[in-house]
């Protein structure tokens, strides 16, 4: 069963930078495509970006690209999210997952079957 703990979350200023990690424990991240959400106070848990095993596929919304990239150390079963650039409206907890079955390219919540318990990040104007 693999178990997801994030970190690296606080509170930053306006254009200010973060750079959130999820490391895996408890099983292998194996050729399991690795995402980041986030969830605001009232609103749905919003898809952040999404990184394929091997590290050659990503996507991100619009709302972030240019300012967040995803990457991973297979070796230390960890994920990142570096934040750049950082808005307000980015304020939200932040929480890693693992797709729910190795080799799949998950498109929707669903299709992650791991997930941690989230790292508060908040901006401040």
């Known amino acids: 069963q693999v178990q997801l703990v994030e970190s690296g979350g606080g509170l930053v200023q306006t254009g200010g930078s973060l750079r959130l990690s999820c490391v895996a424990s408890g099983g292998s991240l194996s050729r399991r495509a690795m995402g980041w959400f986030r969830q605001a106070p009232g609103k749905e848990r919003e898809f952040v970006a999404v990184?394929?095993?091997?590290?050659?596929?990503?996507d991100y919304p619009d709302s972030v690209k240019g300012r967040f990239t995803i990457s991973r150390d297979n070796a230390k079963n960890t994920v990142y999210l570096q934040m750049n650039s950082l808005k307000p409206e980015d304020t939200a907890i932040y929480y890693c997952?693992?797709?729910?079955?190795?080799?799949?390219?998950?498109?929707?919540?669903?299709?992650?079957?791991?997930w941690g318990q989230g790292t508060q990040v908040t901006v401040s104007s």
């Open positions: 990184l394929s095993w091997g590290g050659s596929t990503t």
């Open positions: 997952a693992a797709s729910r079955y190795p080799s799949t390219w998950p498109t929707q919540k669903d299709d992650y079957g791991y």
